[in-house]
Every structure is written in C-alpha cells, then in structure tokens.
C-alpha cells in the first residue's frame, strides 16, 4: 500500500495495484472463468495467452452479454416458467456452454506500465469506460497488477485521511512536542 502522506497525484500504479491478479486462460469455458472469478472474489480479470501474455479483459460487463445472447440463442431446459436469469441457473441447467473466453473477452485491454501516475490511470478510465487497468511488465507483456477504480477512490481517501491528521500535529507547540 501506499505511503498516506505521499501526495496522491505523485502515486503510480505500482504504489496502489492489486499484487494478486487472478489470470483468466483464453480457452476456459465462459462458466468456467464465472466459477474463478466468483470464488475469487473479482469481477473482472486479464485473459491470458499460453505465454501468460495480457491478450484481453473478462469483466462483469462481458458475462452480461454472453448470458443475454445465450438467452437469445439456446433454449433453456427448465420446465415452467422460470423467475431467474441465465447466470443463475445451476449448473448444468442450460446446455453446455457454447463459447470460451477469447470469444467473448474485450479485445485491447488497456495495459500500463507500473510508473503510470495516478491522474493518467483515471483518465485512461474514464476514456475507455472501463473499471480496470492491467500493470504488465513492459517486455514481457504480462500482467504484475491490477489498478481498478476503487484502488484509486483508496487512495484518494487515505490522501484525505492523512490531510487531517497533519494539522493537528502542526498545532502542537514546539514545548508539546
């Protein structure tokens, strides 16, 4: 975590990034990737090729297009009318899975290096709509680190928590010290 009394537009994606990044395969089922992210404790991850090389993003946002065209596109087998969606069907409800990651991810991801300072994350953000970046080593192209939207809000509340603290200490006269 980062230093609180740093100032916050000096942080870069290193000081305030994810270190445990849960790496999607390109070819796991699309249930397969919901069951890790789920158990995970993420809604989104970089999609990995068979080099561990950042090929795509897998967000909340690509599972709700893949379960709304499998709505469209296979028919459910549960008797009765149903009061859920797709997603939240047991296993095994709908027919196997008709497609893997690869075919369902977000082509491009938005990849950064891990000096990347703060205010040009949020841009990046904002820029691509996006609620994640991936730190990736430079050469390499794999993922170190993840930076989502709540690391920067983070940060910007340890700024401000560590902005009240210091007056206090500079009330103190030099004799209480």
Same mark, same amino acid.
């Given at each position: 975590?980062?230093?609180? $009394? ?5 942080? *870069? ?10 790496? /999607? ?9 919901? +069951? ?6 993420? @809604? ?9 090389? !950042?090929?795509?993003?897998? *967000?909340? @946002?690509?599972?709700?297009? #893949?379960?709304?065209?499998?709505? @469209?596109?296979?028919?459910?087998? /549960? ?7 797709? #997603? ?9 899975? *008709? !497609?893997? /990651?690869?075919? !369902?991810? @977000? ?8 000096? $990347? ?17 991936? &730190? &990736?080593?430079?050469? $390499? ?7 989502? *939207?709540?690391?920067?809000?983070? =940060?910007?509340? +340890? ?6 603290? =210091? ?5 103190? $006269?030099? =004799?209480?010290?």
């Amino acid at each position: 975590m980062a230093d609180a $009394t740093k100032s916050v537009l000096s942080l *870069s994606a290193a000081d305030i990034m994810s270190h445990h990044v849960v790496m /999607v395969p390109r070819e796991m089922s699309m249930q397969g990737a919901a +069951r890790m992210l789920a158990r995970s404790d993420v @809604t989104g991850a970089p999609v990995v090729d068979a080099n561990g090389r !950042c090929i795509g993003v897998l *967000s909340a @946002t690509d599972f709700m297009r #893949w379960v709304e065209k499998d709505r @469209t596109g296979a028919k459910l087998r /549960v008797e009765g009318d149903c009061m859920c969606s797709a #997603w939240q069907l047991p296993e095994g409800v709908m027919g196997e899975p *008709s !497609c893997c /990651v690869e075919d !369902c991810m @977000t082509k491009d991801p938005v990849l950064v290096a891990p000096g $990347t300072k703060l205010g040009e994350l949020a841009r990046l953000m904002i820029d691509a709509h996006i609620h994640r970046v991936i &730190v &990736v080593e430079r050469t $390499t192209q794999r993922p170190i680190g993840i930076v989502s *939207s709540t690391d920067i809000l983070a =940060a910007l509340a +340890r700024a401000e928590a560590a902005a009240e603290v =210091a007056p206090e200490e500079d009330a103190l $006269t030099p =004799a209480a010290r």
